[in-house]
């Protein structure tokens, strides 16, 4: 879905001959973008790991992921 659109604003920047409409293409795609983030995506994306125990943990998750993997 965010590919489709992304095309068609590409194709719709290039179709236009100014630069005013082009600004207002940019703004109403950046706004829809930082909704999407602030609305969906940050939720579900907790960031990387900061802390010395964080990582430890994510690192023995990452490791038995992998021997799952590997003994399938």
Not at 5 to 19: A, C, D, H, N, Y
Not at 27 to 42: A, H, P, Q, R, S
Not at 49 to 72: C, K, L, N, V, Y
Request: cysteine-free; proline content about 6%; aromatic content about 8%.
């Amino acid at each position: 879905m965010i590919a489709v659109l992304g095309g068609v604003f590409i194709v719709g920047v290039g179709l236009q001959p100014s630069t005013a409409i082009l600004i207002s293409d940019f703004i109403g795609i950046l706004v829809l973008l930082l909704g999407g983030w602030f609305g969906f995506d940050k939720r579900r994306f907790p960031g990387p790991p900061t802390t010395d125990s964080a990582i430890r943990d994510r690192q023995h998750e990452i490791m038995r992921e992998e021997e799952a993997i590997s003994g399938a």
